[in-house]
């Protein structure tokens, strides 16, 4: 697992496979789910980091992916 940070456009990005992403879904605000070509979760990014408080519940986001 990775964790990226990008302040130009104020998101973290948490990579959980090397995996090519085949489909992207914004599961809630702000919450983007990256999907492989097996509807299993890459990646996840939270956008408006320091503007916005998440309160983000991953089991849920995973679960329902």
């Given at each position: 697992m990775k964790i990226k940070y990008d302040?130009?456009?104020d998101?973290?990005?948490?990579?959980?496979?090397?995996?090519?992403i085949v489909?992207?879904?914004?599961?809630?605000k702000d919450i983007i789910v990256d999907?492989?070509?097996k509807d299993e979760v890459?990646?996840?990014?939270?956008?408006?980091?320091k503007e916005t408080t998440h309160e983000?519940?991953?089991p849920f986001i995973l679960k329902t992916a």
């Open positions: 302040k130009e456009i998101a973290i990005y948490v990579i959980l496979s090397s995996d090519v489909e992207s879904e914004e599961k809630l999907y492989n070509d890459v990646a996840i990014e939270v956008l408006n980091v983000i519940d991953l």
